[in-house]
């Protein structure tokens, strides 16, 4: 007969190796395959049509990947008649690792 102590710590032993294993899939694993699921820029930028005189959907995507380099998760047009493109950076900084860019739709080329 094993002594309690003993299959105390092979229980712990095993806790913490189930918990190592769920900080590597959620920090290393998961993050890979949403963003292998993301939509492209096109794809993203498909239900805004193109208006003459105005920054297009595209245009707004590829200023912001221009200036912040990373994946596109979201865009959409934001409350004061601006792109706002939510990019998870390439490389991170001390403070963020998204960031929003609004561009204004109005805005001449």
């Known amino acids: 007969?094993?002594?309690?102590?003993?299959?105390?710590?092979?229980?712990v032993f095993i806790v913490l190796g189930l918990g190592?294993?769920?900080l590597y899939w959620f920090t290393s694993v998961r993050p890979q395959e949403l963003a292998s699921g993301l939509a492209s820029p096109a794809e993203l930028c498909a239900p805004f049509p193109k208006v003459e005189d105005e920054v297009s959907c595209e245009e707004a995507v590829a200023r912001a990947l221009a200036q912040y380099p990373g994946t596109v998760w979201e865009v959409f047009?934001?409350?004061a008649k601006s792109w706002v493109i939510?990019?998870?950076?390439?490389?991170?900084?001390?403070?963020?690792t998204?960031?929003?860019?609004?561009?204004?739709?109005k805005q001449k080329r």
């Open 1 to 11: 007969m094993q002594s309690p102590k003993f299959i105390i710590l092979i229980l």
């Open 20 to 22: 190592g294993g769920f």
């Open 77 to 79: 047009i934001g409350p």
């Open 86 to 96: 939510d990019i998870q950076l390439q490389r991170t900084t001390d403070r963020f």
């Open 98 to 105: 998204r960031v929003e860019i609004p561009i204004d739709v």
